[in-house]
C-alpha cells in the first residue's frame, strides 16, 4: 500500500481535519497498532470504527479495500469529514430525505451480491461480485463529489477503473453505451414500495462508451479504506467525478451495453431539467437555481461555505471528449 505525505490546505477552524487523522490511521493499521492507540484516538476516528464495521461484509472485500494502492488524481483539499460523508445522501431507494438513507439502509443486504452483463458484450452473464472484481487492484482516489443541488463534498473513494473491468468483458464493436441498474427491492428498499417517491424504479443510468472508458470513471467498492457503507451505494456503484452526483447510480446489478443512448431515471422523469450527459457547467444554470456556485460540505446556515462551480467539477482533462458539442443544448 502506498501511503501519502501530503501536507492538505490548512482547514477553516470549525471543521474537523479528516485527512491528517485518515492517513495517521492507515499508517497504524500497517503497523498493526490501531487496537492499542485506539482509546487515544479522536473522536472522528472512533466513529468511523463504530459506524463502518460491517460484520455482514465478507472477508474478501474487506481485504481487497484494505490493499487498496495510491490512485490519480490527487488533492490538497480538505476531505469531508465521515459523518457528513455517510449522514448526508440522496438514495432514494431508502427515502428522499438526507438522512432517509443512513436511517433505512440497515435492510439491504448485500452478500452474497451478483450483477448482470448483458448486451453487446463478448463475455455476458451473471457474475457474482467477487468473480467480477478478481484480479483487478483497486485504487484510492480522492474526488470532488458535485451534487445537482448545488453541494458538494471531497471524498477518498476505493475502487476499479471502470475500463479495466470492461476491457476484460469485452465489448463488441457495436458498442457504442453503457447502461447501469440499480438494485430495486421493495423488501428491503422502503423507498422503492412507497408511492411517494415519484421514480419509475428501477433506478437506471448510462454513460456513452468513450466516458465508461476514460480513466477517471471508477467502479467503487469502499471509501475511506472500508467498504462502502449500504447509504452511500453498497457493495457496488459508480462514481464519475466530472458529473452531476445523481449520474453515480448505487447498488449496480446490472450493466448492458448498448448501440443505442440507453433510458436515464431523471432525464426521463424531467428532460428539461436533467440531461443524459449531466457535465459539471458553471455556465448551465438549474431552471430552478444557479450551479456557479456550491456548498461545500461540512457548512451550517451562517457559514454556508460558497465555493465557486468549476467546469466539469476541475476535471478539464475530460473537455476533449465533448469537442464540438454545444454544452448549453447537450446538458
Known sequence: MIIRHKDPAAPKSHEITPESVYLKRRELMM?????GLFSAMPAWAREVKAVDEDASRPRWLKEQVARAVDGAPDTDEALTPYSDVTQYNNFYEFGTGKTDPAENAHTLKTDPWTVT????????????LEDLLKGLALEERIYRLRCVEAWSMVIPWVGVPLASLLKRLQPTSKAKYVAFTSLADPDQMSGV????????WPYREGLRLDEAMHPLTLMAVGLYGRTLPNQNGAPFRLVVPWKYGFKSIKSIVRIELTDTMPETTWNMLAPEEYGFYANVNPAVDHPRWSQSRERRLPNSFFDPNWVPTRPFNGYEEVASLYKGMDLSMFY
Do not use: N, Q, T
Open 31 to 35: 503497523l498493526g497498532g490501531l487496537a
Open 193 to 200: 414500495r412507497s408511492p411517494f417517491s415519484g421514480i419509475d
Open 117 to 128: 452483463v448483458a448486451g453487446e458484450v463478448e463475455k455476458p452473464g451473471e457474475y457474482a
